[in-house]
DNA sequence: CTGAAAGCGCTTACAG
DNA sequence: CTGAAAGCGCTTACAG
């Protein structure tokens, strides 16, 4: 649709071509009058690039792509809206690819490389810990940010927000209200994740004066069934926890099912905190206290990273924060007064 | 990375570039021989068109547009699987936007368009029935392409799966094992599968010698909540129903719930159907016998039509068949032999 | 059935 | 600080 051209951007503004190709690439060596006359013009005109002719003319492909493996699809919805927004604004594209690692992760990536040409690749986990679609993306020199490594950070500029601090502040949250038979339920070993919250939730109990002994852990994989059979074992013991931290929503929702199964109340009989923030905390009643990570935000950044080309730049480590969400299914501990 | 251009592949042929791109377009008048030839030296390169120069010297911009709004995540994810799927073996890319269709989605529509060059644009449900999204398209001549729509076939290819039929199939699977006690789980009024699942449910139940009217409904929202809520008052009643059809599966595994939470065993007391083979069919137990709606194969149909440039085609119906995954929550009435 | 020429809308590499 | 020229790798519109 967009039929002005670099060339009538140009003549309105009566400069050359490369002047405003300065411009839109926010090149130096351009006078601020001059700029700002420019610039009037592309807004007159509504001048859009065309990024075909950016693209064959220059070394840019204008297309980031972002590779999922084996994914939880609320993550990777936000991930993808997050990178989105952020390559929209910059009129970039988003390739998105599936990795299966079972097999081959390595090839898929060279295949993938060879039909598109990327000028920079966001990875997330369990992908971003995989050296081996590192490796393939090194030798082709191409950029990437990753998303939550948990190894290897030294090879990338990476993204990440504190898990460990969250889990503790979690903690301290739980602590205040007075509980102390308090159990977590990890999540899967494979997922760092998993060892990130409960290794920060027991560092949040012992700061606040707590034995981080003390709290009892119980295994669980990220799903609701086994969060579900995890509350369920948990409050059959005679003195039930009651407080229970779930390391995410799914399995939070299924301690939700197991009190319900046992007649315990939230947050009257026993406290649960969540984590992600995903749809189901709104879901469940009472709704339920979690962890905000700021996946959509976190993408964004690495997508802004690669798209002004610092995909490259010596390892650096972005933090964003975290946020707990404070709703119903936290309160004192139900002997507080007794 | 592929430094091999239209030349070099016009050389080891000894033909023009002109002929090269015929082959590669598909166009007609290229002797067999020399396509032969040409696809030999095309082959023994490695060469990849350049989507940026065939787009800047061509009308298409090698870019699919899929529109979501207000989405199950399953759904989109499955979509664009399938979109990029067929995008990637033609060199295209596909660019995902979200809609929020409480606020203006026309003008949201012409937000994207003005700045993305489009060659077709996929629509899932609900903005696949948006009437001013749909007017948008036309205005701007975009072509498009729909999946599922409830209203105004006729204006464009529509791709479709019978979920009336499925419904059928799985009333007769339960009328079958002797079940004359049935309840559905309907879906929220504003989603058209809502409809078409009871409807095609009530259809198939008279088609088996039994009366549609017998056939209990309470409303759900196509929550896990809303089926725990609709199984809880349905399991409370004196003769309550030997089988449920839940509208999807999240409302299936709310009845999973609702029957333990009740002390009724799944198939044994209670035989339940669902809709979707989300991946919590699989992770209920027993195993959960629902539908497949071929959602991603429906997708990467609808690409390919927007691709071979048949999207503005006369509105044609493409219609995919689904599939009954047979599993074990449904067996015998349990009266059977009383 | 095949090809030579022009041009798509930019950026690169220079020149000044 | 600014611009004229060349060229990126294709497709279009013709000519034969």
Redesign the interface.
Known sequence: ??RVTINDVASAAAVSIKTVSRVINREPNVRPAVQARVEAAIRKL?Y?P????R??AGAR?F?IGAIFDNPN??Y??AV??GA?AAC?QS?Y??????LDTAKNAAAQMRAM?????LDGVILSPPVTDCAAVLDALDA?NIPYVRLMPATAKGRSPVIISDDAAAAAEAARHLWDFGHRRIAVIAGPAGHSASALRLEGFRHGIASAGGDARQVRVVKGDF???SGLAAGLALFAEKKHPTAIFASNDDMA?GVY?AA??SGLRIPDDVSVVGYDDSP?AE???PPLTTVRQPVAEMAAEAARLLIEGRGSDAPHTFELPYKMIMRGSTGAEPCMGC
Chains 1, 2 share one sequence.
């Open positions: 649709m967009s509504g859009v065309n990024t075909a002719a693209s064959l492909s297309v699809p609320h990777i919805i993808q809206r989105m929209r009129g594209h988003l390739a998105i690819e599936e490389l060879a039909t598109a040409r082709k799903t609701f069934r929702a099912s319900a199964q189901v879901l469940v009643w």
